[in-house]
């Protein structure tokens, strides 16, 4: 879809999905819904979104391994992704090494559940913008972010 | 007795006149020993058979004056006849020495207390003359004597007197003093170990503040749980503090214990209770953030013209609204005591009836939920069956979803078995599942504190409930996970009689 701006909802809670699909439709986005990690993975090879949102705590495959797999393939390079997660302190103790170590680009933003809408919005809108686009990471710094042209 | 023989000590005329001058053989008792007699520090005196002074010494004379030629009743104990417990005539009769304790009430003497020893004195080849008599003061000593008794017993009172137990163990951790208290409820314990009184052990403790206080001679604290001889748990708090001898050696160590468990009870209620009030608010906020969600979705829906969407909403906004019926009622449950309301129910009726209740959800979800119970009538059971039905629900309910929660799994399937536990005499309604089982870290927790594993969806009370209902009816809860292949849970109640009709509701 020409000018369309794809989001990629990755969440096993279909009251959330809803919740979010929703709010993105009626702000100008295309959200498209993926139920768990396995279906997300799906949708990333037939489609490719302009942002991922990314549930943290699914069964079987944490939203970190994904968030792992889709920033060692190349196919998915570039695609800012946005993790969302109600266990905000626990992420951040056990995660703030994971990326430096595995050498992995960051997560674009991290928001806490339950999310305000405003914020999302703002924080999906940043991450996609043409421009130098600039968010808070979840770790409390300010970091640039390029997307990879 | 020949003190004149004594080389060193010739008599001096002057100070010591010939003992024939005061009435005395100078063979019996020469110069030089009267002029070491008088430099004694005690009363010394040498007594007739017919009791009367012969010869006294300078501290003798100083306090009494002149006494030669009294009876020695009179002198010492300021009598006018005999002392009837006279005890010279082992002395003066039986030519043996005698040793005795002596009141001196009365008297002009400034000691009240003696330690008079008696010995008799003869001439070679003739009876007994005399027994000299020397009468030592003690009334320093008994006063010193009084005094230790009475820090003795004070000492005594307090270590028996303390709330707390208190005993004191030699380095083999044997206990060689215990107090009342410590015997009230750990039985008699002097001589036998530390551990074996305290904890019912074979060895030491790994940790021991006795043994460090013998170690390095400083006070040692530690919390320590420990058994009562009734076999009752108790929670203590315990100090060691060294005891040494006058070198600073330590040779016992004194342990003093309070019981904590009340204390421990109450941390432990505060600290669930503050996880309680958290985890609430965290479930609530959860809650108001889906209603608030499905609030938005009827919203849109409405506004699009899309009824399907906004059925959608509609269908949050009840699911939000249920979740804090249940979470109310959740809390309702667990913050305060309940007394069941026992009646006579059939359990095989009380199991189909729950399992009835999760049909439609099971088939929603695609498992399995079966009841396999025996074909013959059970006894009834004496239980609350509202809240048996509740504990069962709640199991029968994580179980559905456990199985729900798996991607890829062929079957999920819920089994609800009613079994009698003959050898218990207990009572067990079993929910066994084939979902994904619960890591280890989750099942130490799983009973004491608010766990879910289901998100946003799950308040985690649903099994503290479970436990409460099942401890109140002096049952109890029991898990099994076979590594991440299914759960099986029992709800396990003792047989108790039934009184009145059985329950058919």
Redesign the interface.
């Known amino acids: 879809m020409k000018n369309s701006r794809n989001v990629l909802i990755i969440d096993d809670e279909p009251a959330m999905t809803t919740y979010l699909s929703t709010l993105l439709e009626d702000n100008g986005f295309v959200a498209h819904v993926a139920n768990d990690p396995t279906e997300g993975m799906e949708r990333l090879r037939q489609m490719r979104p302009d942002v991922i949102l990314l549930d943290l705590l699914m069964p079987h495959k944490s939203g970190v391994q994904i968030f792992q797999k889709i920033a060692r393939d190349e196919r998915y390079k570039g695609i800012p992704v946005i993790i969302l997660t109600g266990i905000k302190e626990h992420f951040v103790e056990n995660f703030r090494e994971f990326f430096t170590t595995l050498k992995l680009d960051r997560p674009f933003a991290y928001l806490e559940k339950p999310v305000d809408p405003k914020h999302l919005l703002r924080v999906v809108e940043e991450s996609i913008s043409p421009h130098c686009s600039v968010s808070n990471d979840m770790f409390g710094q300010t970091v640039p972010y390029s997307k990879t042209p | 007795m020949r003190w004149a023989s004594l080389p060193w000590n010739k008599p001096q005329e002057a100070l010591n006149p010939p003992a024939a001058k005061i009435g005395i053989p100078d063979t019996l008792l020469d110069g030089g020993a009267r002029a070491l007699l008088d430099l004694l520090p005690c009363y010394v005196s040498l007594i007739s058979p017919a009791r009367e002074v012969l010869w006294a010494n300078k501290a003798l004379i100083r306090e009494a004056g002149q006494v030669t030629g009294l009876p020695c009743h009179q002198i010492y104990r300021a009598r006018h006849s005999p002392c009837p417990d006279c005890q010279l005539g082992v002395a003066l009769e039986q030519g043996s020495v005698s040793v005795w304790e002596e009141s001196l009430p009365g008297s002009n003497l400034s000691a009240t207390h003696t330690l008079v020893q008696a010995v008799p004195l003869q001439e070679r080849g003739a009876g007994i003359q005399a027994a000299l008599k020397i009468s030592t003061d003690l009334s320093p000593f008994r006063a010193r004597q009084r005094q230790l008794e009475l820090s003795q017993r004070e000492y005594r009172a307090l270590f028996e007197g303390v709330p707390c137990y208190i005993s004191v163990q030699d380095r083999e951790f044997r206990i060689l003093k215990a107090n009342r208290l410590f015997e009230r409820d750990f039985g008699r314990s002097q001589g036998r170990r530390c551990y074996e009184v305290y904890k019912g052990r074979q060895q030491k403790c790994e940790v021991c503040p006795v043994e460090r206080s013998f170690e390095d001679g400083q006070i040692h604290f530690s919390e320590e749980t420990v058994r009562r001889s009734s076999g009752e748990p108790m929670e203590m708090v315990v100090y060691t503090a060294p005891i040494t001898d006058h070198l600073g050696k330590t040779f016992a160590v004194m342990e003093m214990s309070t019981e904590i468990t009340q204390v421990k009870r109450l941390q432990r209620a505060l600290a669930s209770l503050g996880q309680a009030v958290a985890i609430t608010a965290?479930s609530i906020?959860?809650i108001?953030?889906?209603l608030?969600?499905?609030a938005?979705?009827v919203q849109?829906?409405l506004r699009r013209g899309d009824p399907a969407?906004a059925a959608?909403?509609f269908e949050?906004v009840k699911?939000g609204v249920g979740m804090a019926g249940r979470l109310v009622q959740d809390i309702l449950l667990i913050s305060k005591a309940r007394t069941p309301n026992h009646r006579s129910v059939c359990p095989q009726a009380l199991a189909a009836g729950v399992v009835s209740l999760f049909e439609k959800k099971a088939a929603d979800l695609g498992v399995e939920l079966c009841l396999l119970q025996p074909e013959e009538k059970l006894d009834p059971i004496s239980v609350d069956p509202d809240a048996i039905h509740t504990a069962l629900a709640n199991l029968v309910s994580n179980g559905l979803e456990a199985c729900a929660?798996?991607?890829g799994l062929q079957t999920g399937r819920v089994q609800v078995k009613v079994l009698e536990l003959p050898e218990e005499e207990c009572l067990a309604f079993q929910v066994e599942d084939n979902g994904?089982g619960v890591n280890p870290e989750v099942q130490e927790r799983l009973f004491r504190e608010m766990v879910s594993t289901k998100?946003?969806?799950g308040t985690g009370l649903g099994l503290v409930v479970t436990e409460k209902i099942l401890r109140e009816h002096g049952g109890k809860v029991r898990f099994h996970c076979a590594s991440q292949s299914g759960t099986v849970f029992q709800l396990v109640i003792p047989r108790r009689p039934c009184l009145g009709e059985e329950d058919q509701t």
Do not use: I
């Open positions: 965290h906020k959860n108001l953030s889906g608030e969600g499905g938005y979705v849109s829906g969407l959608k909403g949050m699911d929660s798996v991607q994904p998100g946003s969806a």
